[in-house]
């Protein structure tokens, strides 16, 4: 039976001592809340102890005003006849919800985790009507549908950013304190309408996310990454540390991975050059994959590591695991914060150094952030090739220098120089992944590290990106071109089976092309 037809149906039993009216029971005039609403009769005011009495959200109890009941006292008489406007009262709605979700809560006892079953969906179906029907509101057919979607959002999910999780369309979800929400679809930032109620709301949902995995955040360790049951990264964070309230960042976890013919019809390579990077990688160098936050460094380090053979054995080494490798031999190795008393901490560092003891013929790091650089770039050199890794940077440039601090975090004792050197004889090839201002990702270089000349490490492009302007609508316009430089490691694609065409690398674009 549809909630709607059971809200009008035959009265159910009350557990609040609320009285349960026929739904035709006509509102009482002296309440000014309990007018018609699109349908749904209104029941009769409920007796004063039906009225909310604990807070549903701490310190934000909606107080039964003198004579007005609970619907005043949020302001959501409906005007007659008509739905009560979600966009004056969104707040009120929202903190009627919690009222409700608070109550049934209450009635659960410790049970305060909902799995979803149809039990449960029923269970709680029956307690909405019964407090809805307390709270002497009178909402419209769709309001009230819109209400229970909370309620359930509430108890199952996490709260109102729960139909943004669930929408596909989003790829990213971003919390900034109870009031500004935000979502990313199709690479472009939205504002959203969602709100919470207050930063206590939106630190339950923190905590529902973070407690089945037994982690903790407080204002003595404010901060906390985290994954979402489907598989989606999250990381949060809260005052102090978080100055306009809690922050939830969700990088939502998309089912389907894209593959390198989605990133060719996007635009964001082109054929040529994904021919091009697949030899390399089957040909066992060493790439990095650079780029900014969020610029689709994983997607296509993702991507490379599918063009691994499938007779090797692929170690990979994340912080939270996002990598979808389609080989059977496959290894998936996850850093693990520590306990609540600091220890048993296992960083990335700490996994590659192991990960050379379990006979890898590839190692796939997710993202060097520190000190892990070091080892990954000593296994590279002696003899662990064709490894994997991305970074943050702006440039295949900036990459090297990163790469650079980032081996000092090591703390070895080493001079610059020799640091420099060991990037320079590691790393084969850097693939520079951009987010354009109008949101596509492209692949912005595909470089070359050549060597040392004197202090500076060589590098080469072998492909760039160019702009070559605006459409009306503010797409940005570009190509991908070869330089027509060929690299030097040719001979190693060559070894590997791979002779690659000229055409790949622009030679036949033109006599200003460099001839080899
Ligand atoms: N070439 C692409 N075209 C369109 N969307 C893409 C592309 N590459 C990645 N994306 C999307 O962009 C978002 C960010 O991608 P990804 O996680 O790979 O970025 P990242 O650089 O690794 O981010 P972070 O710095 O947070 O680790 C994802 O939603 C992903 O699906
Ligand atoms: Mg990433």
């Not at 030097?488 to 200003?512: I, M």
Request: charge should be neutral; aromatic fraction near 4%; include cysteine.
């Amino acid at each position: 039976m549809s909630l709607l037809k059971r809200l009008g149906g035959a009265p159910q039993p009350s557990d609040g001592g609320a009285a349960a009216a026929p739904p035709s029971a006509p509102p009482p005039p002296e309440n000014g809340a309990l007018r018609s609403g699109g349908g749904i009769t209104a029941p009769p005011p409920p007796p004063p102890e039906a009225m909310p009495r604990s807070a549903p959200v701490e310190q934000r109890a909606p107080q039964p005003a003198q004579g007005g009941g609970l619907s005043a006292a949020l302001g959501l008489s409906a005007p007659s006849g008509g739905d009560v406007s979600m966009g004056a009262t969104d707040q009120r709605v929202l903190e009627l919800s919690l009222w409700i979700v608070d109550r049934i809560q209450g009635s659960m006892g410790n049970q305060t985790e909902l799995k979803r079953t149809p039990e449960s969906e029923r269970l709680l179906q029956d307690r909405f009507t019964n407090y809805y029907r307390q709270s002497g509101i009178n909402l419209s057919d769709s309001q009230v549908k819109k209400l229970y979607e909370m309620v359930t959002d509430e108890l199952f999910g996490f709260g109102p950013i729960e139909p943004l999780l669930r929408d596909e369309a989003n790829s990213e979800v971003m919390v900034n304190g109870p009031n500004t929400v935000y979502i990313e679809q199709k690479g472009k930032v939205i504002l959203t309408p969602v709100r919470f109620a207050n930063d206590d709301h939106v630190l339950k949902v923190i905590d529902r996310i973070i407690r089945p995995l037994g982690r903790r955040i407080d204002r003595k360790w404010p901060m906390v990454d985290a994954r979402l049951p489907d598989g989606s990264r999250v990381n949060a964070i809260i005052p102090p540390c978080a100055i306009d309230g809690p922050t939830i960042t969700i990088r939502k976890f998309s089912k389907k991975k894209l593959e390198v013919a989605d990133l060719i019809k996007f635009g964001s390579m082109t054929e040529q050059m994904a021919e091009f990077l697949r030899a390399c990688v089957v040909s066992r160098l060493n790439i990095v994959v650079s780029g900014g936050t969020g610029s689709g460094k994983t997607t296509l380090l993702n991507v490379l590591s599918n063009f691994i053979p499938e007779e090797e054995r692929i170690v990979t080494i994340e912080d939270s695991a996002e990598l979808k490798l389609g080989q059977d031999h496959v290894v998936r190795l996850e850093a693990k914060p520590a306990e609540v008393d600091g220890s048993g901490r296992v960083s990335i560092n700490d996994l590659v150094i192991n990960s050379l003891r379990m006979r890898p013929e590839r190692v796939v790091i997710g993202e060097c952030r520190g000190g892990e650089t070091m080892a990954m770039l000593q296994a590279m050199n002696t003899g662990h090739d064709g490894s994997l890794t991305t970074l943050h940077a702006n440039t295949p440039r900036d990459s090297c220098s990163r790469m650079e601090t980032m081996a000092m975090m090591a703390g070895m004792d080493m001079p610059l120089k020799v640091i420099r050197e060991q990037v320079a004889s590691a790393i084969d090839l850097i693939v520079q992944q951009t987010r354009l201002e109008d949101g596509q990702r492209k692949v912005s270089y595909v470089t070359e590290v050549q060597g040392m000349e004197g202090d500076i490490i060589v590098l080469q492009d072998i492909f760039v990106l160019e702009m070559k302007g605006k459409t009306p609508e503010g797409r940005i316009l570009t190509e991908l071109k070869p330089t027509g430089t060929r690299p030097r490691f040719t001979s190693r694609l060559e070894a590997h089976g791979f002779k690659l065409p000229a055409s790949v690398f622009g030679a036949d674009v033109g006599n200003q092309r460099k001839p080899w």
